[in-house]
Each structure stands twice: as structure tokens, then as C-alpha cells.
Antibody
Framework: QVQLVESGGGLVKPGGSLRLSCAASGFTFSDYYMSWIRQAPGKGLEWVSYISGSGTTIYYADSVKGRFTISRDNAKNSLYLQVNSLRAEDTAVYFC??????????WGQGTLVTVSS | DIVMTQTPLSLSVTPGQPASISCKSGQSLLHSDGKTYLYWYLQKPGQPPQLLIYEVSNRFSGVPDRFSGSGSGTDFTLKISRVEAEDVGVYYCMHSIELPRTFGQGTKVEIK
């Protein structure tokens, strides 16, 4: 079955960086686009970024462009999000999700990023 | 960006009764390929969102048939024919016709 497991979140000071990871299993990872979506505490969902199966097509939300970098390692069945220049408003649970014909069909449990001094 | 507007923002339902959530998009979600890219998700407490409905009216794998979606263009509806206790959570609509994907504000469903 499809499994997505995020890791790498934590407490970081404003201006700091983290690398979030998403380990995928149960499907042919390289065949699928993958996305990151975030959810601030008690708030709704915000799409952050996505990457094609080959890694050649990438898009970002305007709110993170220039600060976040999405990447993947198909040999390791892993998706990454490098988050730099963090701000308080980046505090959120970050979910990875698989993009299929049915778009965001499976989601991981999420990893919490807290930006605070 | 396409604005997605859900109503109501909260709903209290008696078990066994129907429930309905509306979602309106700021522009048509009908693509030139003939498909309409409107999705519904349910986020149960403490869990990630789970896909319920894709392309307006198609139930995702394993989704009970008490859930149904309808609509066209810019106006869409999610209906639960008979609400059960396990249906509590926040329901979100989302479009995927262009980037960025955007979500509605969410509709919190609770049981009376």
C-alpha cells in the first residue's frame, strides 16, 4: 500500500533552515509528481510546491519562492524540501502528497516546523 | 490565484441525517480537455487530509457511497446522504486546473 512518511521538522529560529524529507513506498516513486502542502496551526491547507517524476519540472507558491527548494532522489524513493530564511509565518505541519491522475491522492502524516526565537 | 469559497464554515448534523457543503470557485474549473478539476478532501481530527471525491463526482477508492459530489463550472456541492459519527472533521474543496492549487477555507462537520 502507498506510504509516505515525513521527517526533519523541528524548532528553528527566524532566518534558520531545515531539510524536510518524505520517504515513499508501495508504488513506483519515479512515475509520480510529488507535492508539499502545509497547514499552519488551526488553519487551512496551503499548497507549497511540486516536482515532476524526473525532477525537471518544479513549481513553487509565491509565498516560498526563492526560499524553499524541492528535490527528489528516485534511487532512494525520497522527496525533500529545503526550507531557508524561515519566518514565523512558515510555522506549520508540512505534508508530502502523491500527485496522481486523481491529483493529491495519498498524504503523509506530516512533520511540524516551528519558527520561533 | 483561484479563490475557493466554502459554505457553511461549520455544520452540526444529527447522525443519519443528510449534510451538504457548497464550494464556489473564482473561475471555471472546466478544462479544455473536458474534465472539471474539483476535488473534495476530509481531514479527520489529528490526521492528514484524505481524498474523497475527484473531478467533481468520482469517489476515490474505498470512499463510502453515502458521499457524492456534483456541480459544474464554478459551483459545486458535496453531499453526505446519511452522516455517521466517523464523518466528523473538516472538509476542504480544492481545484487542480492550474498552479497554484488552492483550497477552500474548510467546513467543520460535527455530530449533534
Amino acid at each position: 500500500q502507498v506510504q509516505l512518511v515525513e521527517s526533519g521538522g523541528g524548532l528553528v529560529k527566524p532566518g534558520g533552515s531545515l531539510r524536510l524529507s518524505c520517504a515513499a513506498s508501495g508504488f513506483t516513486f519515479s512515475d509520480y509528481y510529488m507535492s508539499w502542502i502545509r497547514q499552519a496551526p488551526g488553519k487551512g491547507l496551503e499548497w507549497v510546491s511540486y516536482i515532476s517524476g524526473s525532477g525537471t519540472t518544479i513549481y513553487y507558491a509565491d509565498s516560498v519562492k526563492g526560499r524553499f527548494t524541492i528535490s527528489r532522489d528516485n534511487a532512494k524513493n525520497s522527496l525533500y524540501l529545503q526550507v531557508n530564511s524561515l519566518r514565523a509565518e512558515d510555522t506549520a505541519v508540512y505534508f508530502c502528497a502523491r500527485n496522481a491522475i486523481t491529483d493529491l491522492d495519498y498524504w503523509g502524516q506530516g512533520t511540524l516546523v516551528t519558527v520561533s526565537s | 490565484d483561484i479563490v475557493m469559497t466554502q459554505t457553511p464554515l461549520s455544520l452540526s448534523v444529527t447522525p443519519g441525517q443528510p449534510a451538504s457543503i457548497s464550494c464556489k470557485s473564482g473561475q471555471s474549473l472546466l478544462h479544455s480537455d473536458g474534465k472539471t478539476y474539483l476535488y473534495w478532501y476530509l481531514q479527520k481530527p489529528g490526521q492528514p487530509p484524505q481524498l474523497l471525491i475527484y473531478e467533481v463526482s468520482n469517489r476515490f477508492s474505498g470512499v463510502p457511497d453515502r458521499f457524492s459530489g456534483s456541480g459544474s463550472g464554478t459551483d459545486f456541492t458535496l453531499k453526505i446522504s446519511r452522516v455517521e459519527a466517523e464523518d466528523v472533521g473538516v472538509y476542504y474543496c480544492m481545484h487542480s486546473i492550474e498552479l497554484p492549487r488552492t483550497f477552500g477555507q474548510g467546513t467543520k462537520v460535527e455530530i449533534k
